[in-house]
């Protein structure tokens, strides 16, 4: 059925890591097949993750902002607007099958050959596909092997998920109905996107985080402003607090939770309950003692800087491995891999990966935070600039928030950027080139921003690390 058995590179997992890797080490000249078992490319991220959840977030912003803020920008709403769920649920759709059939096109453009099916390893040399059209097991061999297998959601001791009135982030991009009421466990990135998806919608929003703060690795500040905002468009928070149980009944769920601090406990109801407490490395099937692989306490294969396993033929991207789990991580590490098969050498800056999270407004950073400098004995100046002073977002009516450069006291280099605002995230590339080049504030002060931009914020509050900006 496919056109070799053997090759110079196989992947196994066809998410941003896997796909990115293949697609990479057949334009540097391999013959490289690519294994997925979903039946569908791009992984968590295009199929169950980053994708349908921007979709979701995107298109509930826009009903949310016509509902609600709409006369005082002039326009007049004639008649009820409403929300066509299964409309949404199908734009959502949609944009998934149209990302993840680009893959495939870009598999063919470069040749590489796309094997449906579950790859488990024979021996280090071999791996066995069993095809998911319920064809026979095909044995492929190959001279490297980049494993990319991702990553699950972390179930919660004792509460079971049915998808549907229990669910996972997987579940809550496919509700059937908008819930009246939504509990979230965990006021994580994923959490608190899906908190502002349904808040939109109509939902009441409970989000139960056992940590005193929202968004897991957020500077302080910015998670303290991030959490203010949220609370103001309607999520309730019940921080500091444990979730002791959760149980479905009948058609509602019931939720014991207990205050971290005094004890005290409370029950709750909902219609639905998020588990949103993180996600662990998904190696199930792959027969990695065939390999002889390891897997660390966290469930994570162990590898060395070149992402070589103690076979220096195997590498591993991805979730499945150490550090941040992001798509555009898992995508940096699969050109690397793939480099340095080649080359022996590949690079990912692993000081300088950005992290976003698409609430409104969205909240954007990278490099080090505030709490982490302090930690390192690290001597910095803070340079922060307000939305409110800004032309375009005060043009825009969307002023909440603001940039914060954290720099170097003494050569004003760059060492961290941390946003809340508006386009946070698209913001956020400029830090990352600053980061990359080791540019100083100065640097980006003294470059022209266009006007009016939002990025004109960016570029005063680094100016504001140094000396005094002119707007505010
Ligand atoms: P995955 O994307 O998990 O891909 C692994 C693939 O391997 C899967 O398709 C799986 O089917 C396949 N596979 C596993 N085992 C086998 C096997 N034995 N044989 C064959 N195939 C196999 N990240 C961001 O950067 N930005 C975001 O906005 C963002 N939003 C997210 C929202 C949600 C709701 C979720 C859940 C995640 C989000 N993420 C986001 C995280 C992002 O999805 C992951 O970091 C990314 O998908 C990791 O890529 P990967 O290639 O390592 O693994």
Redesign the pocket.
């Known amino acids: 059925r496919y056109a070799s058995t053997k090759y110079d590179v196989v992947v196994?997992?066809?998410?941003?890591?896997?796909?990115?890797a293949a697609i990479k080490a057949a334009q540097l000249g391999y013959n490289t097949a690519c294994?997925?078992?979903?039946g569908?490319?791009?992984?968590?991220?295009?199929?169950?993750?980053?994708?349908?959840?921007?979709s979701l977030l995107n298109n509930s912003h826009l009903y949310h902002q016509i509902k609600h803020d709409s006369e005082n920008r002039g326009i007049a709403i004639d008649g009820e607007v409403s929300v066509n769920f299964p409309k949404l649920m199908e734009a959502k759709e949609k944009a998934v099958k149209q990302l993840t059939g680009g893959i495939e096109m870009l598999f063919k453009k470069n040749k590489v050959t796309y094997i449906k099916?579950?790859?488990?390893f024979v021996d280090e040399k071999k791996v066995s596909?069993t095809p998911i059209d319920g064809s026979e097991e095909l044995e492929l061999e190959a001279d490297h092997f980049i494993v990319?297998?991702?990553?699950?959601?972390t179930p919660f001791p004792g509460i079971t998920i049915d998808e549907e009135r229990i669910v996972?982030?997987?579940g809550?991009?496919a509700l059937k109905e908008i819930p009246k009421r939504l509990s979230i466990i965990g006021g994580g990135?994923?959490g608190l996107?899906?908190a502002s998806v349904y808040s939109r919608l109509g939902s009441e929003v409970t989000v139960i985080e056992f940590q005193n703060a929202i968004g897991a690795g957020m500077d302080a500040e910015v998670a303290k402003t991030s959490q203010k905002l949220l609370a103001k468009q309607g999520l309730k928070f019940k921080l500091g607090t444990k979730v002791v149980s959760g149980v479905r009944d009948g058609e509602v769920v019931k939720i014991e939770v207990e205050d971290v601090k005094s004890g005290k406990k409370e029950d709750l109801e909902a219609d639905v309950l998020l588990v949103?407490i993180g996600?662990r490395p998904?190696?199930?099937?792959?027969a990695l003692e065939k390999a002889g692989l390891e897997l660390d306490n966290k469930g994570r294969l162990v590898i060395d800087s070149q992402y070589r396993t103690k076979h220096d033929h195997i590498r591993v991207?991805?979730?499945?491995t150490f550090g941040?789990?992001?798509?555009?991580?898992?995508?940096e590490?699969?050109i690397a891999a793939a480099e340095y098969i080649k080359h022996g050498h590949g690079h990912v800056n692993y000081g300088n990966i950005p992290?976003?999270m698409?609430t409104h407004p969205e909240v954007a950073w990278v490099g080090l935070n505030e709490e982490q400098l302090k930690e390192q004995g690290i001597k910095y100046k803070v340079g922060k600039f307000p939305f409110i002073a800004n032309s375009r977002a005060k043009t825009n009516l969307d002023t909440d928030g603001f940039v914060k450069f954290l720099a170097d006291a003494e050569t004003q280099r760059v060492l961290g950027v941390h946003i809340v605002g508006p386009n946070a995230g698209e913001m956020i590339a400029e830090a990352g080139l600053a980061l990359e080049y080791g540019a100083s504030t100065e640097d980006i002060a003294r470059t022209c921003h266009a006007h009016p931009t939002l990025s004109e914020a960016f570029k005063e509050a680094a100016l504001s690390t140094f000396d005094k900006p002119i707007n505010f």
């Open positions: 196994i997992g066809g998410g941003p890591g896997g796909y990115v294994i997925e078992k979903r569908a490319l791009g992984g968590t991220c295009l199929n169950v993750g980053c994708i349908p959840s921007k099916g579950s790859g488990a596909v990319a297998t991702g990553s699950e959601p996972t982030s997987t809550v991009l990135i994923i996107e899906m949103a996600r998904y190696t199930e099937g792959l991207i991805g979730d499945v941040p789990m992001l798509a555009h991580k898992a995508e590490e699969g992290s976003v698409y």
